[in-house]
């Protein structure tokens, strides 16, 4: 296990009637000015925006309002978020939607507080100096970004797509209601599912040795993921299942699983490439990556997919090498994304070679990828060829 330090400063508020509760003691801890940033229409038609800006007037808070945030966000609408934070002296940023939203968020509380264009962080040309606090309303199990610091943004001007975050961005506090979930599309339930499993293989497929406790962990994340995707698709009203898929995204990226161990991360830096210039969804795009990203790394540790298929899948070893056994662990995780009707190949989203040379430049652009097996232009190539 490697030596670490962990510290998450965000309060969780989960289950049902915790925005009643509790969501206007914490706004007015910070103070009355507050920027509403969401998606779409979904939190008005669902009730939710009508329930938030009610509890907000009630308790005297002046709120202004950035709507629009795009499923991909871009370093556009950051932009406009920062300047009414500077033009409207905001206390406080309270993102409502899923992980794009709160993403964008983390986005605009660092650049209302950075002297400069927030992009800098992104593109690794600057530090964030200071954030805004914010806070979430999360209306979708996905990326966890309601209890981690990081988030995506992507410049559709560059077509780049690039990570960022810091110490000053981990929300200072997040409510989570299963029943928020309830309206989220099938195919956003789907692509959360994947988003979620793909955080659990990012941390499970590492080269730390003595992790006994954090295989254990992820194992039974990515267990519980797969028993319940399937009810909250199916059955979109099932609060247990979304109560426990939305519990498994948070556990998933907060931190908690991934202590003493460094996590592969090259599937994400590649499917970033993809929808930077594609703008197809994260989690359909990882679950076409990880697949083939595991047929090319497994020789590097096999037992580690032998153990993903014994102990998350349940496959008998007897009488099966290291090897068959890391081959039924891939196979059962291709079964598990057809099953749930996730995509299978670039073709999928109508993408065809022609930008794979580009998109193997741009993700290896800071150095090679990955931890578990250290991935360069050819080996990124290879990886996107075989999705096709």
């Known amino acids: 296990m490697d030596a670490f330090r962990f510290q998450n400063p965000t309060a969780l508020y989960y289950g049902k009637g915790q925005i009643e509760s509790h969501l206007a003691n914490?706004?007015?801890?910070?103070?009355?000015?507050?920027?509403?940033?969401?998606g779409g229409g979904s939190i008005k038609r669902s009730g939710l925006y009508d329930k938030v800006v009610g509890i907000l007037k009630d308790a005297s808070v002046t709120t202004f309002e950035l709507s629009g945030v795009e499923p991909n966000p871009r370093l556009t609408t950051v932009h406009k978020g920062v300047d009414i934070c500077r033009t409207e002296n905001i206390d406080l940023i309270l993102a409502i939607g899923g992980g794009s939203v709160l993403d964008c968020a983390k986005a605009i509380a660092m650049g209302?507080?950075?002297?400069?264009?927030?992009w800098d962080i992104y593109a690794r040309k600057g530090k964030a100096t200071g954030a805004l606090p914010l806070g979430t309303i999360l209306t979708l199990a996905a990326t966890g970004s309601e209890m981690n610091a990081g988030g995506v943004i992507t410049n559709w001007e560059t077509k780049e797509k690039l990570g960022g975050g810091s110490p000053y961005t981990y929300p200072r506090f997040s409510f989570c209601d299963p029943e928020n979930t309830y309206t989220v599309p099938r195919d956003q339930t789907i692509y959360g599912a994947c988003d979620m499993l793909a955080h659990c293989f990012e941390h499970y497929f590492h080269r730390t040795e003595h992790t006994p406790l954090q295989q254990h962990l992820i194992e039974a994340v990515i267990k519980t993921i797969i028993e319940n995707t399937k009810a909250a698709i199916d059955h979109p009203n099932d609060y247990h299942a979304r109560e426990t898929l939305m519990y498994c995204s948070t556990m998933a990226l907060n931190g908690m699983i991934s202590m003493g161990i460094q996590g592969d991360w090259a599937c994400h830096a590649i499917e970033h490439e993809i929808s930077a210039i594609y703008d197809i969804p994260h989690g359909g795009g990882l679950a076409i990556i990880f697949p083939h990203w595991m047929d090319y790394t497994k020789q590097v540790?096999?037992?580690?997919?032998?153990?993903?298929?014994?102990?998350?899948?349940?496959?008998?070893?007897?009488?099966k090498s290291v090897d068959e056994l890391a081959d039924i662990a891939i196979a059962k995780v291709r079964d598990y994304y057809r099953e749930i009707g996730a995509p299978q190949h670039l073709a999928d989203y109508d993408i065809g070679d022609d930008q794979?040379?580009?998109?193997?430049?741009?993700?290896?652009?800071?150095?090679?990828?990955?931890?578990?097996?250290?991935?360069?232009?050819?080996?990124?190539?290879n990886i996107l060829k075989a999705s096709l």
């Open 356 to 381: 794979l040379d580009t998109m193997a430049s741009q993700a290896v652009r800071f150095g090679e990828i990955g931890n578990f097996k250290k991935l360069n232009k050819d080996d990124v190539y």
């Open 26 to 38: 914490e706004v007015l801890q910070v103070g009355k000015r507050v920027l509403l940033v969401y």
């Open 112 to 118: 209302a507080k950075y002297d400069g264009d927030v």
């Open 301 to 319: 540790n096999p037992s580690r997919f032998a153990s993903l298929a014994t102990n998350v899948f349940g496959v008998n070893p007897d009488g």
